[in-house]
């Protein structure tokens, strides 16, 4: 990544002049999509100008008013039982450090003794422009410092302009019906949006992104880079205020947040950043997609990236080592290329030890053997749950239990009387606790090691929002203890992944539920959604995509009712858009069903994965209610070739015209049909967009795979 500051223009001058509030200084930084100038002041940073960057066509000027808001530091600290002001001082911008991969603002309070820095970063490729503020304690005691915001600024309505504020929810136990929410924005628009490390069933939560869109030609986006409870709120002022759009973004909500920073502590707000776009939704995520890709999430060293993964959960809590080794066959006999054992494997919840009764040699022959079959072996571990398992006394490396009186402080809530865990969940542990960290770290670095894991998921709650343990890093607040065991997960993956780079993670939690940009730091692929009927996949692909690569989105394949061939093809390629995971019993399949899902997993490897890696993705139909057409297009632009996935729900209409998007309009394109629904053909980029690609399908229920390549 590489940071270039952008020369000031004579038009920043001109608003500098303007501006009535003394000013520090000014720099910039840019990605191939956003330009951002910052102005320091005493009291806060502002985002002077915010506007397109070179390549994209011809920006305006989105910010640079003298009333706007700013990015406000904190005014006050608390020591002991006392609030302290805090008056900072900004250093000349040749003293505050700047280096390739940043630009830095630096403040200091002489009294109490505080340090303070603006982070701006901005990558080479395209995306948007990122923002945190670090605050040093240079004191001799520990302070508490309330709510800093991440990011503030205030945004222009252009004259005229028709604006829409858009964002995607989570998708959770089970995509509800809307899943796109997009809103007019009038003179009284407000919009305050939580999200949390445990999505909410309602309202549900969003992935914390949120994008204000000039119907016309583009717009804005901003979000933030955490699991823990985070807030986004854009208001609206009146006309007579200046036709402003004003926005926060950081923890949240605010209820009496307080963070302790020891001495010589470094506190640092979740990354927030702030992009621009030309163009619609799609042409906003194409290009944000690539970022979240480069940028965020962890390096892919796996050339079959995506893969396809045979899962046990199929079978429930009912894996053993016989079921384990058949699946394995199953698996490579059908061109899966991994094996993933989910919850059922261990003794019980908390005793991450394999149950003898059923892995009498353990999971280490198991993983050779999948090895052995030219399988990837991945693991399911709910390492954060506490069950009551008395095997602590024998194994306290790999058991945490409710019996074990010397590690109650680790939990985050008091239990009754006769509780019990269910099969696969119990307590959560706080990972705001020293100790239950680094247990944590090393359960996993045995299981990693012991049982030469390619994979390892997690599932169950992470990360937790109430504990009343006054001996942990966190205080009373509820934010600020999802914020510290927020910030101990984080340690644990980081440290995991520096020792085993080879290492893939998926994060599970509960399906969906913890779909965020600061887990996207730490995990190849996520599981969208909890439910794993064709409709709910193709709706939460459907919302996800828009944001998060299509590589990283995780969709369970389970068996659906269904008679014919094209009824068991839709089921398969409804969870086939992204990463793709089957969870049924292959063993029912009939002989022709096998064929079918080895042909369509064979073509997934050459055909689809390559698309869905590096194409641009279009939604070319309104969001799968499960009785229209609904289709997701891949194109790329460099090799001129696509696919259309076209799905037929239960409506009666035989035959749907999708209006391809990204196309040269002056090539031709050779249509080629996968289940031979059509003819080979040709067709113009102008007719294929214009007038669309009509597909025909006999059945509900069915689908087909359109391919098109540029002559």
């Known amino acids: 990544m590489g940071v270039r500051r952008v020369p000031l223009a004579l038009c920043f001058w001109v608003l500098l002049a303007a501006s009535c509030a003394p000013s520090r200084g000014f720099t910039g930084v840019h990605t191939q999509d956003t330009e951002v100038t910052v102005e320091a002041r005493d009291t806060g940073v502002r985002v002077a100008l915010l506007t397109t960057f070179s390549p994209m066509p011809a920006g305006k000027v989105l910010s640079g008013y003298a009333d706007y808001v700013q990015t406000r530091f904190i005014d006050h600290v608390r020591i002991g039982d006392k ?38 970063e901005a990558d080479d490729g395209p995306g948007p422009v990122e923002h945190h503020v670090r605050i040093i304690n240079r004191g001799s005691g520990a302070v508490l410092i309330p709510r800093q915001t991440s990011l503030a600024f205030s945004m222009p309505v252009p004259a005229g302009a028709k604006l829409e504020s858009w964002w995607v929810e989570k998708g959770g136990g089970t995509p509800t019906p809307v899943g796109v929410h997009r809103t007019s924005i009038a003179s009284d628009f407000s919009l305050e949006l939580k999200s949390g490390p445990l999505a909410a069933t309602e309202p549900r939560d ?24 985070v807030m986004m709120r854009l208001h609206a002022r009146p006309p007579a205020a200046g036709q402003m759009i004003d926005a926060d973004f950081g923890l949240g909500p605010r209820e009496d947040l307080y963070s302790r920073v020891e001495p010589g502590g470094i506190y640092d707000t979740p990354t927030a950043f702030v992009g621009c776009f030309k163009g619609d939704m799609d042409d906003c995520g194409n290009r944000f997609r690539k970022w979240v890709a480069s940028h965020l999430r962890p390096p892919v060293r796996d050339e079959h990236y ?21 699946m394995i066959d199953q698996s490579a006999e059908l061109g899966l290329e991994m094996f993933h054992i989910d919850a059922g494997w261990f003794r019980a919840v908390g005793d991450w030890r394999p149950n ?24 399911w571990v709910g390492w954060t749950q506490v069950g009551s398992s008395p095997g602590f006394r024998e194994d306290p490396r790999r058991v945490v239990s409710t019996e074990d009186t010397s590690r109650r402080d680790w939990l985050s809530e008091s239990l009754t009387n006769g509780w019990k865990p269910g099969d696969f969940w119990g307590e959560t542990l706080c990972l705001a606790d020293a100790d239950a960290e680094r247990w944590c770290l090393d359960l996993l670095r045995s299981l990693v090691k012991e049982n030469q894991l390619d994979m390892l998921e997690h599932d169950q709650r992470m990360i937790v929002e109430n504990c009343p343990r006054t001996d942990h890093a966190h205080t009373s607040s509820r934010v600020d203890v999802a914020f510290r065991s927020g910030e101990a997960y984080y340690r644990i993956y980081d440290a995991l992944r520096k020792e085993n780079p080879n290492l893939l ?38 919302d996800a995509s ?7 989105c995780e969709c369970y394949i389970a068996q659906h009712p269904g008679k014919t061939d094209a009824n068991f093809l839709y089921m398969l390629r409804s969870g086939m858009m992204g990463w793709c995971t089957i969870m049924l019993d292959t063993t029912q399949w009939t002989p022709r069903q096998h064929d079918l899902a080895k042909r369509q997993f064979e073509v997934y490897k050459t055909k689809l994965r390559p698309l869905i890696n590096r194409a641009d993705l279009y939604h070319v139909s309104e969001r799968p209610d499960g009785i229209r057409w609904d289709g997701i297009e891949y194109f790329d632009p460099q090799s001129g070739s696509g696919v259309l996935l076209a799905f037929r729900g239960k409506t009666d209409q035989p035959q749907h015209a999708f209006k391809l998007r990204g196309l040269d309009p002056n090539a031709t394109y050779e249509l080629s049909y996968e289940d031979a629904a059509g003819v080979p053909s040709a067709a113009s980029g102008q007719d294929l967009t214009a007038r ?20």
């Open 83 to 120: 609030n302290v002001p805090v008056r900072w001082r900004v250093m000349p911008l040749e003293q505050s450090r700047e280096s390739e991969c940043a630009s830095v603002f630096r403040f200091t309070s002489d009294d109490p003794p505080l340090e303070l820095m603006s982070i701006w």
């Open 356 to 379: 003898p009764k059923k892995f009498p040699n353990g999971l280490r022959p198991v993983s050779e053997y999948a090895h052995q079959k030219g399988l990837k072996f991945g693991l």
């Open 505 to 542: 993670f998926e994060d599970c939690v509960n399906g969906g539920q913890m779909v965020d940009f600061g887990v996207i730091r730490r995990v190849h692929y996520i599981s969208i959604t909890d439910t794993y009927d064709p409709l709910s996949n193709r709706r939460a692909f459907y």
């Open 546 to 552: 828009y944001l998060i690569p299509p590589a990283m």
């Open 206 to 229: 969003p992935i914390p992104f949120v994008a204000v869109r000039d119907m016309r030609e583009g717009g804005w986006y901003a979000g933030i880079e955490f699991s823990g409870r």
């Open 692 to 711: 669309g690609l009509a597909v025909r399908l006999a059945e509900a229920e069915s689908s087909e795979l359109v391919w098109f390549r540029r002559k």
């Open 306 to 326: 995506p893969l396809l993964v045979n899962n046990s959960w199929g079978s429930g809590m009912a894996v053993d080592e016989k079921l384990a080794r058949s």
